[in-house]
Nanobody, 129 residues
Framework: QVQLVESGGGLVQAGDSLRLSCAAS????????MGWFRQAPGKEREFVAA????????YYIDSVKRRFTISTDDAENMVYLQMNSLKPEDTAVYYC??????????????????????WGQGTQVTVSS
């Protein structure tokens, strides 16, 4: 049984940094892409970033490029989202997700529209101005 458990959210001020963690268990994820999504109050869930676990290709939405970095720790089966220079508009519940089949492929905008296979429960990030 696949489990994705997020942690690391919290309340920070604009300009601060946070690192979100996602503990992945239940199978070998080398053939998967791993992603982070977010959902702000009153808005639809939005793709943020993804990484191909086997090949380390990454893909980001424009609004987080050069501020957020997604990475994996193969030994610990962890996925991270390092978020720097946080803005109030980054406030949302952040979700970790897994997508079969893209673990060794170069990621493209395709990841934004694909139906991801597994989801975590989310962790709240609040950025005050």
């Amino acid at each position: 049984q696949v489990q994705l458990v997020e942690s690391g959210g919290g309340l920070v001020q604009a300009g601060d940094s946070l690192r979100l963690s996602c503990a992945a268990s239940g199978r070998t994820f080398s053939s998967y892409a791993m992603g982070w999504f977010r959902q702000a109050p009153g808005k639809e869930r939005e793709f943020v970033a993804a990484i191909s676990w086997g090949g380390s290709s990454t893909y980001y939405i424009d609004s987080v490029k050069r501020r957020f970095t997604i990475s994996t720790d193969d030994a610990e089966n962890m996925v991270y989202l390092q978020m720097n220079s946080l803005k109030p508009e980054d406030t949302a519940v952040y979700y970790c997700a897994a997508l079969r089949g893209l673990g060794y492929r170069a990621l493209t905008s395709e990841v934004i529209v694909r139906d991801w296979d597994y989801w975590g429960q989310g962790t709240q990030v609040t950025v005050s101005s």
